[in-house]
C-alpha cells in the first residue's frame, strides 16, 4: 500500500505548487484524480451538499471520515479531509486523529472557529476560537499521530472574521509552535490581497518555514504562478467540481422534462461507457473473463472443484 502522507510531504517538498481538488463522493475523486490533480480535498461542504445538509457542522465525524475513506480507496492521489474545527474538544480531536490516520488519509486540516462552525462564505458574522485553546488542539493532534508522515493542518479563518492581518499572523506563530505542519490561509475578499499581505509578513519574519496553502474561491481570477511567486505552496479548488455537478445537473434535468426526450442533451453528457471506464468495469469484466475461462479449464480436466 502506498504511503500518501508520504507522497504529499514529498509533493510540497518537490514541486512548485501542489494542485489540490475538491471532491464530495468517490466519482469526482476519480475524475480529479484522472485530469491530473495532486490530491484530493475530501470537501466539508461538498460532503454535506451529498448528504442534504448544510455545510454547519451537522453531520459526524463518523460520516465525514467514512466519506473520507471512499474517496481515499477509489484513488491512488493523497486526501486531506476537511475536519471543520476537530468534531469537539480536545479528546474528540485525539480520537479524530487516530482514526483517520488508520484509515490511510493524508492529511487533516481543522479551522480555528467555536463549534458548530458556519460557511465560511456565508454572509453575517463568524467566532473564531480562543488562540491558545485551538493552539492545544493543534499539540494534541501532532502528540497522537503515530506515523511521522500524517500532516495535520491548521487553517486561519482571521480574515473571514474581518479580525485581520496582525490576528492572522498572531495566531500563525500560535500553530505552528503548536506543531501544524501547514497553514490554510483562507479569505472570501474579491482578490487575493489579503492573502499575499499574510505570505509577504509571515516569510519575513524568518520563521519555522510551514507551507503556506490557499482557497482562491471568491478571487478565482488568481493564477498559479502568482501564488508560486508569493510562496504559497498548496492551492485548492475547494467546490469547483461541486458547483460544475449542480449547475450541469439542473441544466440537463430541466431539457429533459421541458422537451419530453432526452435526445436534445446527449451530446452535452458523458456517454455510458465513459461512465463504465472511470469506476473500473473493464477490470470487472476481464476478471469475469478469467474466472469463466478458469472454471471452463477445470470442468474439462474433470478436477473436482472444493469450496
Known sequence: MNNKAKILREALASQDIVKVVGAHDALSAIIGEQVGFDAIWASGLGISATHGVPDASILNMTEFLEAAEVMDKATRIPVIADCDTGFGEVNNVKRMIIEYERRGIAAVCIEDKLFPKRNSFLAGGQDLADMDEFATKIEVAKRTQRTEEFMVIARLESFIAGAGLEDALKRARAYTDAGADALLVHSKA???????????????????KVPLI???TTYCDVETKELIRNQYRMVIYANQALRASVSSIQHVLSNILKSGTSKYIEDEVAEVKNVFNLIGTDDLNQTQQWYEGRLLAYRESGVEITR
Not at 490581497?193 to 524568518?206: A, D, G, K, L, P
Open 214 to 216: 490557499v482557497v482562491p
Open 190 to 208: 474579491k482578490d487575493a490581497e489579503e492573502v499575499f499581505s499574510f505570505s509577504t509578513h509571515w516569510n519575513q519574519e524568518n520563521r519555522k
